[in-house]
């Protein structure tokens, strides 16, 4: 029981050092706001706004106030967790993005799972049987995949998977005008829509985890401690599993946790391709629409989003290695 509270203890301690980070994200976003051409009040109005509406706006958000008394009760907003209202949408900013949040997490987790399943075994392969030809052709493989740009692989799959073959859909989430029978039926629809992006977003990521992944094993398996565990004779998986695979992980969750980060706040090209209605695909809305109070709320949404999973990922590493847990 002491044990689970020192994690709980130690995590929260992590959570509270993100303060001033999460101050200063706030800080640039209002500073964007002031940056932004024209007045803030038309930008919040509409520019078909009449001036008495406008006034209106700069009364209510206190845009007529002094500039420090702004930056406190636009600070205020944010800890109340008020970011403002859509322009496009005609609703709280916050809801609009929670709306679209769960298709990014959905797309994120699905297409870094199928990236670290991949690159973790590729990786292992590659390192375990580095003399022999299967080493060099899945390097090989990893480095096309890297050198791929995200477009271009997700055209090729769409062209070959959805529209010559017709075997997965081209974009969107469900199939338009199908009434679904039941619950399962619209998750085997959305799973099926959900295929060829996580599987764009999985082949990018996967040559980043095998390369990394390989250089660590080898690493570790050269090591002295991992010697000796193989001269007592243990079988191969013992010693991938639990005498190499513990240490080699440890680059591979840095990577996979800065661009999981990067992940929830949007892949804007992945989402545009595939129609995918997520955060990434409503920043380009955002942009083309100059809802300039959603796409401020975008970044400052994000920004915290990265900070707040990097500490969890800070978090993890202690659980994965002890010895970085006792300089916490």
Not at 52 to 72: F, K, N, S
Not at 123 to 149: E, M, Q
Not at 287 to 299: C, E, Q
């Amino acid at each position: 029981m002491r044990g689970l509270t020192s994690v709980f203890y130690r995590l929260l301690i992590r959570l509270i050092l993100l303060i001033p980070v999460v101050l200063a994200v706030v800080t640039i976003g209002f500073i964007l706001i002031k940056l932004f051409p024209g007045d803030p009040a038309v930008l919040l109005a509409g520019e078909a706004a009449s001036p008495q509406y406008i006034e209106r706006v700069r009364e209510v958000y206190g845009l007529d106030r002094p500039i420090w008394e702004q930056y406190l009760r636009y600070l205020e907003k944010v800890i109340m967790f008020d970011l403002g209202y859509s322009l496009s949408y005609k609703r709280p900013v916050l809801d609009v993005i929670l709306t679209r949040l769960p298709y990014t997490i959905i797309l994120a987790v699905s297409g870094l799972s199928i990236g670290l399943i991949l690159g973790l075994l590729l990786g292992i392969v590659s390192a375990w049987y580095r003399k022999k030809l299967i080493s060099p052709i899945i390097s090989s493989v990893a480095f096309i995949f890297y050198s791929t740009p995200v477009y271009v692989l997700g055209q090729f799959l769409i062209y070959y998977f959805a529209v010559t073959y017709r075997v997965f859909p081209v974009g969107g989430v469900v199939t338009i005008g199908v009434e679904h029978s039941n619950f399962y039926a619209y998750i085997l629809d959305v799973l099926w829509h959900l295929t060829l992006p996580s599987i764009t977003l999985g082949l990018v990521f996967m040559a980043s985890y095998a390369k990394l992944t390989r250089s660590s094993f080898l690493e570790v398996i050269s090591s002295s401690y991992f010697l000796a565990a193989r001269s007592m004779g243990l079988r191969t998986s013992t010693l991938i599993l639990k005498h190499a695979l513990r240490n080699a992980i440890i680059p591979v969750v840095t990577l996979a946790g800065v661009q999981l980060g990067m992940l929830i706040g949007g892949v804007i090209i992945t989402e545009s391709m595939f129609s995918w209605p997520g955060i990434g695909q409503l920043t380009m809305e955002a942009v083309s629409t100059r809802d300039y109070p959603l796409l401020l709320g975008i970044f400052i949404f994000t920004s915290i989003a990265v900070v707040v999973i990097n500490a969890v990922v800070d978090f993890i590493y202690g659980v994965i290695d002890p010895r970085i847990k006792d300089r916490w």
